[in-house]
């Protein structure tokens, strides 16, 4: 354990959180000549963006906007990245001083040594679950993240790892090294920019859905994964029993707009992602019908609405309607009990597979990071932006700022806008401070 | 000639392999003139990719590189990037598009879409073995920056930018700072007053040295371009003309409010129905009770989507900031005076992420919300001299509902500026909905095709304040990144004039839409020459001069007909 160890005290901005928001305000800092420390608990940068398949309302390839912006951020001489860490936390020291501890967790593997050759994975004994295939297939305890992931470079899941020393012995270039220990940082820094996203809501919380008891019925992020580029199936297919689906549901607001499991607020993004994957879905499979049960149809951005109604024309069944429960028949179908507004009476529907259009949910990664300063949350547990309309990125702590989803659901370039204000504070607090 | 071209043909992960059939292409380029090496690439601009092409041009000593993906508007500065660390001159990078350009277009016909690609990685091959090293041209940059338009969105921009220690110019057509705002109560969700927010913005503004702001003034011409753009200005009742040089301009226009047509939902013909914005003003200035033409108000009709969501017409797009806006400004009215009911006739309430909770209070306020369908709207008329609304509500399985309205309120929504001369004056380029547009929504969201030129807030499309805001200070941080170095570096592709053959027609220097050709005398006779820092490398003069005498770098005509040789070869 090396403790307490400062790296480079001349560090100007500490950037919490590797996804879109926190790479992007990372790169608007250093290309006007600041000295960045990225952090990033995931073992690569990227975020949720990086998985996902095409971003609306334009249907770009994610991964075509995602890799090149997480290529430069990884090569940036002024950006210094450290993937699978925490930052434990951060003491304001001074007027525009702050020291952080990060701490940087063993890979087991000497990431500039790796070549990505993959043999340690099939080397490997251990399977388990894939959390970036969102547990639609499995992975070996050696193995690398996936196949854009910046490192691209493999790691051993230590905890499922039998330590049998499969891997050590095929890797070619000796880059195994399960002597790695937890390193702990000490790095001072004169501004911190929280980026540390969003999590997704768990189904699990809604156990009349079925989901987790149900094998089609999935979440939103796994028909996501179905239909990337790099996708585990090649094709899209019902969990089940791999059959490929002809009557798709996408259960809306699953998660959100619902106090009933805490979470009031609209997460903003689920209408824009269930119309796009529907549309997706239809290029996919042409012959297959897909129904979308909404409350509203929120496409509020610029070419949202007529994404929206690009989605009808393609004939995307829209039913306004909530869904009371889902059972599931014997031949793995569904039947999903709904409230048919139109008609004004409660109806069923038979479906071949189940989407659950899962929201957003705050991620409290940064809550406990300040001790002797208070970072405010808002009622729902995002960060609080104490001058929302004057200055949107300014958390309570003076010189602390919000970029993202962190404060709030946003879609990807209201992140991308609201990660440019916060670097536009940060280099205004850095060279007023100077 | 270059001998040692290698070439890349991506899949872009299915999106052109799941129609181009790339191994194909490879096969039938890799015999073609020049070409070293040929591989085919699961994603050309991934980070691993990049690394293998930086090796592939030092171990190979490759003099050309190709890669067969997207849109040059993508990636073409990717690749440039990936030869340059490689040191390999980036001009030496040609980007050939097989997505765009082939597999998206011709997803039904992929033998075609195959043959396609070939005849244009062929054609992107023939232009490479012309392709020469050359220098980016390297410009002043003036840290300075005019803000166009001194609403939120512009002042808090020109804040920052006067932050980062820049020369600022704010230039405001109307003879106050604020914009709409300024006029506006209470605010969604500090309820800060708009007054108390702009003066706020104002009294910081007013004590930086570096900000200079011009009110009831335009900007009348504009010369020049990114580093240093020459403005000249107007203010009303000044005869003098003020010229600035700023390094970068930020555009800050705003929108103007939808004006309902005579007769849309009784607009102008009935007395009381009134637009969002008059209704604002109204429950700002309203004291006690709510009055309209000298009659108390109870029942208040919000007719939601006017001018936004429409079928047919222009304004095909979802205004954004009305739903929440409405709500809050009823919700205001209801505190404010007494005996309010409020029915909202809805098209879908939109309010997103936490504005959703503005939506719950009004529900349990005791607001009726009513829904009707686009081809169904809402009828507004007068019976016995009462007005009516009359719809056929959704939410109770068109139900025909009536309202004898007091007050019925059009929820106007966001419209481009009709006076919009100064985005003309720069050339902005607009999107369908006849908003100023960006490059690339996620990409590039601040910045336009003129370089230098950055929008923000509404005159990019609707947006409420926190959004607004958010694009403002993103707009800041990319003009100051134009001019915080003090110099540029600007692309080096310029129209060149080959002397011997030109003699001054006048042709190039009327084509050319930047002004950067005009006349010089060279010994006996008169010829065009080109200012470096204006030419684009559009090419507009290049096919109107009858001797041949422009060639533009990087697209010269041996280039472009090697092209059509490639393309026409079957």
């Known amino acids: 354990m090396m403790s307490g160890q400062q790296i480079n005290s001349s560090f100007d901005a500490l950037v919490v959180g590797g996804g879109i928001a926190g790479g992007e305000t990372a790169l608007n800092l250093a290309n006007n000549g600041f000295k960045v420390l990225l952090i990033e608990k995931e ?23 995602t890799t090149p912006k997480v290529s430069e951020i990884s090569r940036h001489p002024d950006i210094t990245i450290f993937t699978s860490s925490e930052v434990r936390n951060i003491t304001k020291t001074g007027e525009n001083n702050f020291e952080a501890v990060v701490v940087k967790k063993p890979r087991y593997v000497a990431v500039e040594d790796c070549t990505g050759c993959q043999l340690c994975e099939k080397a490997c004994p251990v399977s388990v679950r894939d959390q970036y295939q969102f547990d639609l297939v499995g992975r070996k305890a050696a193995f690398i993240p996936f196949s854009i992931a910046s490192p691209k470079a493999a790691a051993i899941d230590i905890e499922n790892c039998v330590l049998c020393g499969a891997c050590e012995k095929v890797c070619p270039t000796n880059c195994i090294d399960f002597t790695q220990e937890t390193e702990e940082y000490l790095v001072k820094i004169n501004t911190v920019v929280l980026a540390t996203g ?35 199936f090649n094709t899209v297919l019902r969990p089940g029993d791999g059959k490929v689906p002809d009557k798709i549901a996408y259960v809306l607001c699953t998660g959100s707009r619902d106090a009933s499991v805490g979470n009031p607020v609209c997460s903003q993004i689920c209408c824009m992602y269930s119309i796009k994957q529907a549309q997706l879905l239809m290029g996919t499979l042409p012959m297959a019908d897909v129904t979308i049960y909404y409350i509203n149809i929120r496409s509020f951005g610029k070419g949202f609405e007529e994404f929206y109604q690009q989605a009808k024309g393609m004939g995307v069944n829209f039913v306004k309607g909530k869904i009371g429960k889902i059972a599931e028949k014997e031949n793995g179908n569904l039947i ?39 970072l405010k949350l808002d009622p729902y547990k995002f960060i609080y932006q104490s001058d929302a309309l004057e200055s949107p990125s300014k958390t309570s702590i003076d010189g602390v700022f919000v970029a993202g989803t962190a404060s709030g659901p946003m879609d990807i370039p209201d992140s991308i806008l609201s990660a440019g204000a916060a670097s536009s504070e940060a280099i205004s607090y850095l060279i007023r401070n100077k | 000639m270059k001998k040692k071209i290698g070439v890349y043909i991506c899949h872009c992960g299915g999106n052109i392999s799941d129609y ?17 090496l040929s591989k085919t690439t699961m994603f050309a601009c991934s980070d691993s990719n990049q690394k293998d092409m930086v090796d592939d041009i030092k171990n190979y000593d490759l003099d050309g590189v190709i890669v067969a993906s997207c849109s040059p508007k993508l990636h073409l500065t990717t690749f440039r990037n990936v030869s340059e660390r490689a040191g390999l001159n980036k001009y030496n990078y040609v980007h050939a598009n097989i997505r765009e350009q082939v597999s998206w277009a011709h997803s039904d016909d992929k033998v075609g879409a195959t043959e396609k690609a070939i005849h244009i990685v062929k054609a992107a091959i023939a232009k490479d073995r012309f392709a020469e090293s050359l220098e980016s041209n390297v410009i002043e940059a003036r840290k300075a920056v005019a803000v166009i338009g001194g609403g939120i969105a512009g002042m808090k921009a020109a804040l920052t930018l006067s932050d980062m220690d820049c020369q600022v110019y ?15 109560g209470p605010l969604f969700t500090t309820n800060e007053t708009g007054k108390d927010l702009v003066n706020r913005l104002y009294d910081k503004l007013a004590s930086r040295e570096n900000v200079i702001i011009f009110k009831s003034a335009e900007v009348i011409g504009n010369a020049g371009s990114i580093g240093d753009f020459k403005l000249k200005i107007k203010v009303t009742d000044q005869n003098e003309i003020i010229e600035i040089n700023v390094g970068s301009v930020l555009m800050a226009t705003g929108f103007d409010p939808y004006t309902p047509k005579d007769g849309e939902f009784g ?176 990409l590039r969201p601040v910045e336009t095709v003129i370089d230098g030129v950055t929008i923000c807030g509404t005159c990019q499309g609707p947006k409420n304040i926190l959004e607004t805001v958010n694009s403002a200070l993103s707009a800041a941080t990319k003009s100051f990144s134009y001019v915080s170095k003090g110099v540029l570096e600007t ?30 005398e060279n010994g006996t006779k008169s010829i065009a020459v080109i200012n470096n820092s204006v030419c684009k490398g559009c090419g507009m003069c290049t096919p109107v001069c009858p001797t041949d005498a422009i060639d533009l770098v990087t697209f010269s005509n041996k280039e472009i007909e090697s092209m059509i040789d490639a393309l026409a070869n079957d």
């Open chain 1, 43 to 65: 073992l690569s940068i990227g975020g949720k963006m990086i998985l996902l398949s095409k971003v609306f309302p334009t249907l770009d390839c994610a991964a075509c906007i």
């Open chain 1, 198 to 232: 969003f999590k997704l809501f768990d189904p699990l919380m809604i156990p009349r859905f079925g989901f987790g008891l149900y094998k089609n019925v999935i979440t939103s992020m796994q028909m996501e994964r179905e239909l990337a580029p790099t996708r585990p």
């Open chain 1, 336 to 374: 999903l009990r709904y409230e048919d507004i139109n008609e004004g009476i409660v109806k069923e529907a038979e479906h071949d597979m189940v989407i659950l259009s899962v929201g957003v949910l705050p991620n409290q990664d940064a809550t406990g990071l300040f001790k002797a300063e208070e």
């Open chain 2, 20 to 36: 181009v059939d790339v191994e194909k292409v490879r096969q039938a380029i890799e015999n073609e003139g020049g070409v070293l």
């Open chain 2, 170 to 184: 704010i230039i405001e057509r109307e003879p106050y700072l604020g914009g709409r705002i300024a006029q506006w």
């Open chain 2, 267 to 442: 607009y102008s013909q009935l007395d009381n129905v009134i637009t969002l914005t008059e209704f604002k003003q109204m429950v700002e200035q309203g004291d006690k009770l709510l009055v309209y033409k000298g009659k108390v108000v109870k029942n208040i009709a919000y007719i939601y989507c006017v001018g936004s969501r429409e079928t047919e017409g222009e304004n095909t797009y979802c205004s954004r900031y009305c739903c929440t806006s409405t709500i809050h400004t009823a919700l205001l009215a209801k505190k404010k005076f007494a005996n309010i009911y409020n029915y909202h006739f809805t098209r879908g309430v939109r309010t997103y992420g936490k504005q959703e909770i503005l939506y719950a209070e009004s529900l349990a306020l005791g607001d009726i919300y009513l829904q009707s369908n686009e081809d169904t709207p809402p009828d507004v008329f007068q019976n016995g001299g009462k007005t009516i609304v009359k719809v056929s509500d959704i939410l109770t399985t068109g139900r025909e509902i009536e309202v004898e309205a007091d007050l019925v309120v059009l929820v106007t929504g966001m419209v481009p500026r009709e006076n919009n001369q100064v985005g003309t004056l720069f050339k902005l380029p607009k999107g369908r909905d006849k908003f100023f547009n960006e490059i690339h929504m996620k």
């Open chain 2, 491 to 520: 692309e080096p592709i310029v129209a060149e004039i080959d002397t011997e053959a030109c003699s001054w027609c006048d042709a190039c220097s009327e084509a050319c839409p930047f002004d950067a050709i005009s006349k010089i």
